[in-house]
C-alpha cells in the first residue's frame, strides 16, 4: 500500500535536493577559484567529455539492428546529422534536440 506524502513533505524534499545540487556544482569553483587546479582536473576536464560522448552514441547505437528493415537508417542519419550540426554550429542544444527531432520523424516514417 502506498502512502501519499504531504505538500510540505515534497516541498522540503524538493528545497533539499536543488541545494545539494547547488552545492556540489559551485564547489569546484569556490576550491579553485584562487589558484589553477590540479594537472588531474585539468585532464578530466579536456578527455572526460570526448569519452562519455563516444559511451552515449554507442549506447544509443547498442539495440540498433541492422540487419532488418530500416536497417538502421533512422539512427545512422540522426547521428550524422548530430554531428554534423555541432560541427557547424558548436552549440549542444541545437546538435542534440536536432538529431533527436530527426530520429524521431524517421522512426515513425519508415
Known amino acids: 500500500m502506498t502512502q501519499a ?12 535536493s536543488a541545494l ?14 584562487r589558484r589553477n587546479p590540479p594537472r588531474i582536473i585539468r585532464f578530466i576536464e579536456k578527455y572526460i567529455p570526448p569519452m562519455v ?3 552515449l552514441v554507442v549506447y544509443c547505437l547498442k539495440d540498433t539492428c ?4 530500416p ?8 547521428l550524422a546529422l548530430t554531428i554534423f550540426l555541432h560541427v557547424w554550429k558548436r552549440n549542444p542544444m541545437i546538435s542534440i534536440f536536432g538529431g533527436t527531432l530527426l530520429y524521431m520523424i524517421l522512426s515513425r516514417i519508415l
Do not use: Q, Y
Open 5 to 16: 506524502l504531504s505538500l510540505s513533505a515534497v516541498v522540503t524534499a524538493t528545497i533539499v
Open 71 to 78: 536497417w538502421g537508417i533512422p539512427s545512422l542519419t540522426a
Open 20 to 33: 545539494v545540487i547547488l552545492a556540489t556544482r559551485a564547489f569546484p569553483f569556490a576550491l579553485f577559484s
Open 66 to 69: 541492422f540487419t532488418e528493415k
Open 53 to 55: 560522448m563516444a559511451i
